[in-house]
């Protein structure tokens, strides 16, 4: 049942591994705090002309509470926490029913509930490290219909691994009831492989088993083909000329009508996503370290192809 | 990168290595080369009950002496007053009291002892003094003078002197008349209480101490300084039974006389010596009930005689030092389940924390009680999640009922007799406490059953901490060596760039084996 040498056999990258020799040694510790903050990633994105949710307001601290008022004039938005990990504190909203919003579960939710959740997050519930956050209101993205079967109230999202500002290995992560429509594999989410040539879906994992079907509405989750999935391919790798972190996770969600936006980065990607994919990530990364050095100065369509390169060799 | 890494590595290991050989071969913690040298580990365990008064309880405690050499002492008082009297030319005593003694306390004293044997030499040709209290200074004076149990001034004792010595004038041959008198005419009997020397003379029966005495009454009938010794005879294993012989001063020195036994001018290197005179090993008021054993196992490391070294330190600091000591290893290993195993745990210190309150309170009651406040927070917060509060006040209410419960705890076990509840003291309670505030940032920010998983995992590695800790071994070389720390540093360097699976990662990803078949791979 348990393989004792998963890193020879699959190419398996293991957590120690990540740690030690990816995420330690490419992502510069001084470039962290502009990707562990999404107010900051954000504007950064919205400086460089690359496609984001539309930020409304932020809260920086308690005594701003009072222009929360503000979202009485809203119908749908997003409430995040500026520096909040794997999901945490996202509250998402999507009508207005008389003096109430509707949570995305069903829920009606007072203003006062929602300053309570605001000011939790400003106390720094939700942040790594019990630090004080901020808050954030932003565009509701509306989950693009071809993920209508296969996603559970939220937004699937489609994270995008970049290696030395190549991308490296993607999967799409589908909100489940169990995820509480968050898209994150921790939380009960479903992550499914993706061919990157074609961006095509593989099969599914959930929770660390290999599924072939949505656990919630039992549709095959293979062989859904990504829209805009050049576009996609495209933004992240222009993304790495203004983030200059070597080994990074990029979250792209399709909205109905802005088509792909970066969602949030992430500097310590998960590791689930080689279950996703059927495949470890050591041989991709290995293929891409052979390109020698310099790659992070090529011109992002050269970049583009060595992603095609890689894959092709993996595959042959 | 590695390679820099292993550098470094190598470098701290031969550093620890030449200054734990330095200190083996020429910094005094060397084996001294005496043929008939024994290293003993000696815990004496007294269980008391008080009377509901005042209660004290003294030991007199082994000294350095020519042939003894007591190290790595250790008390473990009970949360009871404790102090070490120590003075010149007296025995060393240790003292525990208490204002208001009502429960049961267990003091140990554990200590390691090396022991030699020594043969002496009579002179042959010293005569007995005409006036010993002329001859020998004043501080003499009361090894010379009758006492309670040694009547040395009796009419018998006179009279059997006169018989036993005749008009022999030889120190030596006196001691050997004496000595002979005594093992040859008075039979060895275990008894509760020892006799006084009269007595002894009388019954012709006696045991350890009434023979000691009458030997002891009659040398200083002849004038000899004479005095008795105690202790322990050491055979490993678990006894009650002290031992008492003579000592008497010949020459300039003192010299041993055990009759029981017939060690005649020689002390066997098996025999502790605990209190000089004629004392008893323990004394106690206020108590109800006293037990004592002593247990008695072998110790396997010399003892260090190095001005540079943690052995210098005054005793409570030792302590002090030793848990000190014992962090890094309990981070050793907080660190190889974290990295190499993969056990979730509530950050790196809290395992070692929670180790170290379990060496204080037994491994079992921690567990108790953790589980106790964790379940007490985990309900707790159920409750408060409906008043949305904020988090840091809500942090505090939880805290604050954990306090409450913990308190009502104490004094539900206390109405019902179970007062031993109330002997967990304030360290071990704090980190205890502490641990329900990761508990319910962990559920805040990662849900319960990863909470609980956490938890479990934090429980799991705090074990293994303190069983880690607890190992005799582990302790006593740290304490020798220091440097060891070193060692560890270098091996958690290597650790630092261990790249490989976690073991708990077999199991995440134990789905890749079913694909070993598929081609879609």
Known sequence: MICFNPRKKYGLLGMNQRNGWYTLIKNPRKLYPLVDDKLKTKQLLEANQLPSPELYFSINFNFELKFMREIKFLKEFVIKPARGAEGRGILVLVDKVGNKWKKAGGALLSMEDIEYHVSNVLAGLYSLGGLDDQAFIEYRVRSHVIFRPVAFQGVPDIRVIMYRGVPLMCMLRLPTKESDGRANLHQGAVGTGLDMLEGVTLGGVHHSLLIDKHPDTQMPIAGIRIPFWKNILETAVKTFDVFKLGYIGIDFVIDQILGPLILELNARPGLSIQLANREGLLPRLQIVDSFGPGIEELPWKKRLEISREMLHKVKG | ?521
């Open chain 2, 1 to 521: 990168m590695n390679r820099k890494v292993y550098l470094f590595a190598l470098l701290l290991t031969l550093i620890a290595a030449a200054s734990i050989s330095a200190k083996v071969f020429y910094g005094g913690h060397a084996v001294s080369q005496e043929y008939s040298r024994h290293l003993w580990r000696i815990n004496i365990t007294m269980r008391i009950k008080g009377k509901g008064s005042r209660a004290k309880v003294r030991l007199t405690l082994p000294k350095n002496t020519e042939r003894q050499t007591i190290y790595n002492e250790h008390f473990e008082n009970d949360e009871m007053v404790f102090y070490v009297r120590e003075r010149p030319d007296t025995n060393r005593i240790g003292f525990w009291r208490s204002e208001l003694l009502e429960s049961s306390k267990t003091l140990q004293y554990t200590f390691s002892a090396q022991l030699k044997s020594l043969v002496y030499d009579l002179p042959q040709n010293l005569e007995l003094v005409a006036d010993p209290f002329k001859t020998f200074p004043v501080d003499f004076h009361r090894w010379l003078e009758p006492s309670e149990f040694i009547q040395s001034k009796d009419r018998s004792i006179k009279r059997h002197f006169k018989k036993v010595i005749g008009r022999e004038r030889k120190t030596a041959v006196v001691i050997r008349k004496i000595f002979d008198f005594v093992r040859g005419e008075v039979h060895y009997k275990t008894e509760r209480r020892s006799k006084d020397a009269k007595e002894t003379l009388k019954k012709l029966v006696a045991n350890c101490g009434g023979q000691a005495r009458l030997f002891c009454a009659l040398s200083r009938a002849a004038g000899i300084p004479s005095r008795l010794a105690g202790g322990i005879i050491l055979t490993a294993g678990v006894k009650n039974i002290t031992h008492v012989w003579v000592e008497n001063y010949v020459g300039g020195r003192w010299i041993p006389f055990d009759v029981v036994n017939n060690h005649y001018a020689l002390i066997p290197n098996h025999y502790l010596e605990l209190y000089r005179g004629d004392y008893y090993l323990f004394k106690y008021v206020g108590l109800s009930k006293f037990e004592y054993f002593f247990l008695i196992d072998v110790e396997n490391m010399p003892p260090v005689d190095n001005r540079w070294s943690l052995y210098a330190l005054p005793i409570h600091f030792q302590a002090f030092a030793k848990v000190l000591l014992l962090i890094p290893v309990g981070a050793f290993v907080v660190a190889f389940f974290r990295s190499v195993v993969g056990v979730p745990t509530y950050g790196t210190f809290g395992p070692i924390l929670l180790a170290l309150a379990f060496q204080e309170i037994s491994i079992g009651v921690g567990f108790f009680f953790l589980s106790a406040v964790v379940f007490t927070g985990w309900t707790l917060r159920k409750i408060l999640d409906h008043l949305k509060i904020l988090v840091i006040p809500r942090l505090a209410i939880i805290l604050t009922m954990v306090v409450i419960s913990v308190l009502v705890m104490m004094v539900v076990g206390s109405y019902f007799g179970q007062k031993n509840i109330l002997y967990i003291s304030l360290f071990p309670m704090i980190i205890i406490t502490w641990t329900i505030e990761r508990f319910s940032v962990t559920q805040i920010e990662d849900g319960t059953p990863v909470a609980f998983q956490t938890s479990l995992g934090t429980m799991a590695v705090a074990a293994a901490a303190y069983y880690v800790m607890r190992i005799h071994a582990v302790r006593i070389y740290l304490f020798a060596f220091p440097e060891i720390l070193l060692m560890i540093m270098a091996v958690l360097l290597i650790l630092g760039r261990y790249t490989g699976i976690r073991i708990f990662e077999l199991w995440r990803f134990r789905e890749f084996n079913r694909l070993k078949g598929k081609t879609s791979l």
